[in-house]
Nanobody, 121 residues
Framework: QVQFEESGGGLVQPGGSLRLSCIVT????????LGWYRQASGKERELVAT??????????DSVKGRFTISRDDAKNTKETVYLQMNTLTPEDTAVYYC????????????WGRGTQVTVSS
């Protein structure tokens, strides 16, 4: 059973930083890309950042230079993925979802429940 333990969301002022964490268990992690999507109220879910098991990254244009994704502490069926978010703006307010997608079988994906990030003064 695939499980996600997401943490790190919350309320932050514009210009501030947050670090999201997601512990993924129950999959052979080196066969999956891990990453984050987000969904703002009234908008479609959008990709934020992804990282393959060989550490190739992909970022949305809107977060390049501000957000950094990383993976750490990989075991066979457990790994943690992080999203360091700096210089946050109100436009970054959204529910952030951790996900895992098989790098060969692209229809095989799993999703966390999401963590709320609110950027407001």
């Amino acid at each position: 059973q695939v499980q996600f333990e997401e943490s790190g969301g919350g309320l932050v002022q514009p210009g501030g930083s947050l670090r999201l964490s997601c512990i993924v268990t129950g999959i052979v992690v080196n066969a999956y890309e891990l990453g984050w999507y987000r969904q703002a109220s009234g908008k479609e879910r959008e990709l934020v950042a992804t990282m393959t098991s060989n550490l190739l990254t992909n970022y949305a244009d809107s977060v390049k230079g501000r957000f950094t994704i990383s993976r750490d502490d990989a075991k066979n069926t457990k790994e943690t993925v992080y999203l360091q978010m700096n210089t946050l703006t109100p436009e970054d307010t959204a529910v952030y979802y951790c996900y895992a997608r098989h790098m060969t079988f692209r229809d095989l994906d799993f999703w966390g429940r999401g963590t709320q990030v609110t950027v407001s003064s």
